[in-house]
Structure formats: structure tokens, C-alpha cells
């Protein structure tokens, strides 16, 4: 990340890219249990994905 942090995250919207280390990322909200909890709720967290071309 360009703000200079390290965390350790899944990444996302790979597609068929390789990972690198280094490689610019930027933070999505995406669901982290398809089925929510047992009150129906619907879990999201964190993941990070390649910066899209162009957007930065």
C-alpha cells in the first residue's frame, strides 16, 4: 500500500495474474461468510486486490 503499512490479508480479483511481492494493492470490503451467522447476518471483512490499471 502506498501509505506504507504491512498487514497480513487475503487478496482477490486475481484473475489469472501472478502475486508478486511488492505489488501495489488497494483494501475492498468483500462478504466472509456467504451464509451469515445465526441470527442471518451477513459477515464482511477486509481483502485486497491489484490495483486496477488506471486508477492510479
Do not use: H, N, S, W
Not at 508478486?20 to 464482511?44: H, L, N, Q, S, W
Amino acid at each position: 500500500m502506498a501509505e506504507g503499512p504491512t498487514v497480513t490479508a487475503q487478496l482477490t480479483d486475481l484473475g489469472e495474474q501472478p502475486v508478486k511481492i511488492g505489488m501495489p494493492v488497494e483494501m475492498v470490503t468483500r462478504r466472509i461468510k456467504e451464509d451469515g451467522d445465526e441470527r442471518g447476518m451477513a459477515i464482511y471483512g477486509y481483502k485486497f486486490r491489484p490495483v486496477l490499471a488506471g486508477t492510479r
